[in-house]
């Protein structure tokens, strides 16, 4: 391939067309009343004043920009009562918050796993957490959607001595399944695997106080590494991990570093969204 990157990238965007890998992207016009079934507003939050005006009164209060990242002086108390409130509601010791749910998995699995950890992953996972393994270097193999015995297999040949981790959306948002969350659980366990669940769908769909499908019906010692998502049924942007204060503790770089255009006017309004979901 030429080395002038004019060439390259044209040479590039003429091999994804070859390959019908090219995305085209679609403007969003309304006319008149529509049911959009594409989104992911799944509770019809995103078009609700009382929201609306609680974003509004988070950026008087608080400006429109995050000023600084979390390790400087962008950390503030709406944040910390947020993280408190998300950490209540999947019944977790702590949360952290990031900027969207993509960051989230990416610096969860780069904060967790290394070259020495094996990652075991479901066929139709997110592409987030694929990347976030490869990112982080750590070996990975990826089951049979759904298929706990491929699973089981694809463990009983990892290296007995390497740290394992176990990583499923909760809802695919594809095909609309949910993930076995017991039977993965049971699986890792005897395995001595850790598990990790982005219900990124399930959250304030499911569960009995919509806290997903993992949520409160399984804890810390079942899930430990548990993500959520504030973008889809709740409709306001963002996205957190919760779990042990160990987990939390970790700081993830892509968090700490961060500095989230508009984050505590969100925060406001994502507390008040808490309220309404309920």
């Known amino acids: 391939m030429n080395a002038d990157w004019p060439s390259r990238l044209a040479a590039r965007a003429q091999a994804r067309h070859a390959d019908g890998l090219w995305r085209q992207r679609q403007l969003w016009q309304t006319a008149g009343e529509v049911r959009d079934f594409a989104g992911n507003d799944y509770l019809g939050l995103a078009g609700d004043p009382r929201l609306a005006e609680a974003m509004a009164e988070g950026a008087r209060r608080h400006g429109a920009g995050a000023r600084a ?13 947020l993280e408190c409130r998300l950490a ?12 969207t749910g993509y960051m989230a998995n990416l610096g969860t699995l780069q904060a967790l796993c290394d070259v020495d950890p094996r990652v075991f992953q479901d066929r139709l996972n997110h592409a987030s957490l694929l990347d976030g393994a490869a990112l982080a270097g750590a070996p990975s193999r990826r089951f ?13 040949r990892a290296p007995v001595e390497a740290p394992r981790l176990v990583v499923s959306d909760g809802v695919f948002s594809m095909d609309g399944d949910v993930a076995d969350i017991p039977g993965l659980a049971a699986v890792a366990h005897r395995q001595r695997a850790w598990l990790m669940i982005d219900d990124a769908h399930g959250l304030g769909v499911l569960g009995a106080h919509g806290d997903g499908c993992v949520g409160r019906a399984h804890g810390c010692e079942t899930v430990p590494v548990l993500v959520g998502t504030l973008g889809k ?22 968090r700490t570093f961060s500095a989230r255009k508009g984050s505590a006017r969100r925060a406001s309004a994502f507390i008040d969204r808490l309220n309404i979901a309920r």
């Open 69 to 81: 990242s979390h390790l400087v002086s962008g950390h503030l108390e709406v944040h910390d009562a």
């Open 88 to 99: 209540e509601l999947t019944g977790r010791p702590r949360a952290l918050l990031f900027s």
């Open 144 to 156: 049979h959607h759904r298929d706990l015995a491929d699973l089981d297999r694809l463990l009983d």
């Open 233 to 254: 049924a709740l409709d306001t942007g963002g996205a957190f991990v919760a779990g042990s204060e160990a987990l939390i503790r970790l700081r993830v770089k892509p």
